[in-house]
């Protein structure tokens, strides 16, 4: 059974900085699209970034672009977002997503739908 396990996640301070993790089992997460999106009620699930498993091409949205980073660590068969400088409007429920795909995921900004395996969801909350 393939499954997205995440940890991480929690309430920091504006400014500070945060690592979610995102576990893979049932399958080898290096080949896959992994991703990480976030939600807040009312809005629809935004991709954050998006890595190919088949080339070294990634998407950031823009209003993370230079703060977020996604990595994975092949070893331990991880995905993790690295989150800088968080600010108030980065508190939202974040997700890791994967799936089997070519590249054109990656030119069409990674787009929520498409994705077939999620994180359960974990809540940051930014705040002073």
């Known amino acids: 059974q393939l499954r997205l396990v995440q940890s991480g996640g929690g309430l920091v301070q504006p400014g500070g900085s945060l690592t979610l993790s995102c576990a893979a089992s049932?399958?080898?997460?290096?080949?896959?699209?992994v991703a990480w999106f976030r939600q807040v009620p009312g809005k629809e699930r935004e991709a954050l970034g998006c890595?190919?498993?088949?080339?070294?091409?990634?998407y950031y949205l823009d209003s993370v672009k230079g703060r977020f980073t996604i990595s994975r660590d092949n070893a331990k068969n991880m995905v993790h977002l690295q989150m800088n400088n968080l600010k108030s409007e980065d508190t939202s429920v974040y997700y890791c997503?994967?799936?089997?795909?070519?590249?054109?995921?990656?030119?069409?900004?990674?787009?929520?739908?498409?994705?077939?395996?999620w994180g359960q969801g974990t809540q940051v909350t930014v705040s002073a």
């Open positions: 997503a994967a799936m089997d795909a070519g590249d054109s995921i990656i030119q069409r900004m990674c787009p929520m739908r498409d994705f077939d395996y």
């Open positions: 049932g399958f080898t997460q290096t080949g896959y699209i």
């Open positions: 890595l190919s498993g088949r080339s070294d091409r990634t």
